[in-house]
Nanobody
Framework: QVRLTESGGGLVQAGGSLRLSCAAS????????MGWFRQAPGKEREFVGA????????NFAGSAKGRFTISRDNAKNTVHLQMDSLKPEDTAVYYC??????????????????WGQGTQVTVTS
């Protein structure tokens, strides 16, 4: 069992930055890849980015490339999503997720078996 808890969401103006964190507990954090997803009202959950077990490889959706970065600290069981140059269309609930079955860091939500409760990000114009 893995428990994930996101933090760091909030209200920010367009062009601003936010840093989301996800704290994990319950299993060896370094043994699974981590992903970030988001869901806006009336829309399906979409992939934002992910990071491999070691942190050596990241993968991003096109909408996030060049603006978002993901890092992890395996010693502290945390993963971070740094979001810069935020746009109103980034407004959503952001979720972290763990892929414990393999070192999967792709966009399919089906490959992630544990999810956090989400944190709201609102970007105003």
């Amino acid at each position: 069992q893995v428990r994930l808890t996101e933090s760091g969401g909030g209200l920010v103006q367009a062009g601003g930055s936010l840093r989301l964190s996800c704290a994990a507990s319950g299993r060896t954090f370094s043994s699974f890849a981590m992903g970030w997803f988001r869901q806006a009202p009336g829309k399906e959950r979409e992939f934002v980015g992910a990071i491999s077990r070691s942190g050596g490889v990241t993968n991003f959706a096109g909408s996030a490339k060049g603006r978002f970065t993901i890092s992890r600290d395996n010693a502290k069981n945390t993963v971070h999503l740094q979001m810069d140059s935020l746009k109103p269309e980034d407004t959503a609930v952001y979720y972290c997720a763990a892929a414990t079955g393999s070192n999967y860091y792709g966009p399919s939500p089906r490959e992630y078996d544990y999810w956090g409760q989400g944190t709201q990000v609102t970007v105003t114009s």
